[in-house]
């Protein structure tokens, strides 16, 4: 085959592939309606407001995760009072608490059928000169800001030493961490549930599987993703009335 027409199918394909790895999130919300995440856990549900004005990526990344039902099973796997509670790690659906924090999303958790299939191509494209290929584990970019604040009750996302490393794991602040800002992309805060946060917080550690660890992992049993006050039981709305409208919308 022409080396030049090699190269410009390898191109058309990496192209593509730079258009698939917006993480899937489905239909655009309505302009000006909230989008939530309702996460039904073992010691109760907290509903969770996102802000995809201040950080699009990683909003979209989770919508599409819990729409597959991608944290379904995992467990809260670290707890610090005072500071945060951990989860999201598909790792902690298994029973060996050891290697919990350490697992996240692949490509193909993040990606349509449709998506998944060109990466798949551009991959093959690139193995075939040689290259790693590219349907290992997904990674965010960092989308830090420097006016958003961790408070208590905020969500964020966890990641490595690499500030590009986000994936599935999230924490959600028990207390205000100041020295989390700018550091660690927030992308949402808690409605209504900060006692079921509290009360994971505060349970009992398990030394022998980490300095954090609970002794008994708080499930996240289901995971629901919506946009639209219509989608909120009549205790969530009240909280959300409740909630100070800078909490509602950051960006």
């Not at 207390?175 to 009992?204: N, P």
Request: proline letters at 6%.
């Amino acid at each position: 085959m022409c080396p030049v027409r090699t190269a410009i199918r390898a191109l058309l394909a990496l192209a593509l592939l730079a258009a698939c790895l917006v993480p899937a999130a489905g239909a655009a919300p309505a302009a000006g309606s909230p989008q939530f995440v309702r996460l039904e856990t073992e010691a109760g549900n907290m509903l969770l407001v996102f802000y995809p004005g201040l950080a699009p990526n990683h909003v979209a990344n989770f919508q599409h995760l819990a729409r597959t039902g991608f944290f379904n099973g995992t467990r809260f796997h670290r707890i610090v009072p005072g500071f945060v509670i951990q989860g999201g790690d598909p790792n902690s659906k298994d029973d060996d608490p050891r290697n919990d924090g350490l697992g996240g999303p692949t490509v193909r958790d993040v990606l349509t059928d449709s998506e998944y299939q060109a990466v798949a191509a551009a991959s093959k494209v690139l193995e075939g000169r040689g290259y790693a290929g590219l349907t290992g584990d997904a990674r965010l970019k960092a989308e830090f800001s420097r006016t958003a604040k961790h408070v208590r009750g905020t969500l964020s996302m966890a990641r490595s030493q690499n500030v590009d490393s986000a994936g599935s794991q999230f924490f959600i602040c028990v207390a205000d961490a100041a020295a989390l800002d700018g550091q660690y992309t927030i992308f949402g805060h808690v409605v209504s549930g900060m006692e079921v946060a509290d009360k994971i917080v505060s349970a009992e550690k398990n030394p022998a599987a980490g300095r954090d660890a609970p002794a008994v992992p708080v499930q996240i049993v289901k995971a629901t993703a919506f946009e639209g006050l219509a989608g909120l039981t009549a205790a969530e709305r009240a909280a959300w009335d409740k909630l100070p409208a800078s909490l509602k919308d950051l960006r």
